[in-house]
């Protein structure tokens, strides 16, 4: 069974809804747009660094190597060796990581408010400076490697990357932020460091801090550190909404007790018009699926659906079943009902409090509030975008959802990994 973030959890209890921290301000150095939002209810700090573009801005032969040199750019700096780095944020109890997505990767800085300023030499030490030694580009590179293949090795993992694949045709996101095993086995500690220096310019970055720690104190730490970039030149990569014309359907032979099934479809972006309304459809074909496929059928343990999150979007229907051509059947069906018959007023409150609820539990914290203030921005809505989330979702009819139904859920990709070879496509065109 696979988590998706997308999911909207149906069982969850009320909780008390957390105070949010005062509304985002941003200001821009250099070129290098900044983001604050200050939270004075706890001590703990979290800025994170955007890089631009993320899977959208490789080749090819590009791929994986973002995410390759921005895991070794926080292990050492010239200021911090390795050691003396790891030795300072244990004492300060600051973590520095990174991450990848096809939009956008980061280097993320977490402190408490008592050690920000030595956490942010550090932050900024090894985004501006990174050691790159080859030691780590060869630690690095074996553990990549291993993630790679144990990604095919995972049927659920394999199953995303194919899903990808099938959906993405001739598209930006194509070239996979992973990385394939020849590109990253091919990397050197020169182009991995050449490759950070050419992305570490104003114009590709996008600083996000929330915490308590005021705007006037982020502008003068931000000025001291980065104020001297190259603004360089970045152009957003153009990146399509995606349309396929049929169904398709793709199998894999594996031996395997079940059968993995995705299937994707076309879903908006978050600057989209009717962005919420599919997302509150996407919660409302989650539990219907759960309740047609598992509760009263009886057919899989992990039946699910939604939208994702890429800024050229997906939406998806999953399971894993022992009885695809039954399963599918029905959850098709709940599909057809999401397009032809309106939800109910009372399905949608229902649908909406869980939405919030969801929401609020899920970015109580200065990270992830860091991270969705990164998304909204990033994706062409605006950071500003993010404080109208609840307002937005409540605004949404019956007839907002059917019609984004009726315009996305058509013409699934799907893919499936296992051992039935007896689906007729024709069960699954919509």
Known sequence: MKFRWSLFIAFLTCA????????????????????????????????????????????????????????????????????KLNATL???????????????????????????????NV?????????????????????????????????????????????????????????E??????????????????????????????GNVTRDRVEKLVKASFGSLPAGVFAAPVLPAVNHDETSVKFVYRNLPTNY??????????????????AAAGAVLQYRLFEEVRTKRSLSYAPAGGIGRNFSNYGFIYVT????????????AELKKMARQKISTEELRNTVNTFITTYYLRNETNRSQANILARYELSGAGYQAADKLID?????????????????????????????ESLEIKDLVF
């Open 181 to 210: 095993e020849a590109t990253v086995a091919s990397f050197t500690p020169e182009q991995l460091k050449a490759y950070l220096a050419k992305r570490t310019s104003s114009t590709q970055l996008l600083l996000i801090v929330v």
């Open 261 to 278: 099934i995705e299937g994707y479809f076309s879903a908006p972006s978050l600057n989209a018009d009717d962005y919420y309304a599919m």
């Open 123 to 179: 932050f900024a030490d090894v985004i501006l400076h990174p050691a790159v030694t080859k030691e780590d580009v060869e630690l690095e590179r074996q553990q990549l490697l291993s993630q790679l293949k144990q990604t095919h090795d995972n049927p659920d993992s394999y199953l995303d990357e194919l899903g990808r694949r099938a959906f993405y045709t001739d598209h930006p996101y194509q070239t996979d932020a992973n990385g």
């Open 321 to 332: 079943a022992l009885k695809p051509d039954t399963t599918l059947k029905v959850m098709m």
């Open 90 to 120: 244990e004492r300060m109890n600051t973590t520095i990581g990174s991450s990848v997505s096809a939009d956008y990767s980061t280097i993320d800085l977490q402190c408490v408010k008592q050690y920000f300023d030595t956490s942010w």
């Open 16 to 83: 008390t809804v957390p105070v949010f921290a005062a509304a985002p301000e941003s200001f821009v150095l250099n070129g290098l747009k900044v983001i604050v939002k200050q939270n004075t209810t706890t001590d703990i700090i979290s800025a994170v660094m955007c890089y631009r573009g993320g899977a959208a801005v490789l080749t090819s032969r590009e791929a994986g190597i973002e995410k390759f040199a921005l895991a070794v750019a926080v292990k050492a700096s010239e200021q911090y060796p390795k050691e």
């Open 392 to 420: 937005d979702i409540k605004k949404v009819t019956p007839d907002d959802i059917q019609n984004a139904c009726k315009k996305y859920i058509k013409n699934l990709q799907f893919v499936i990994i296992g051992n039935s």
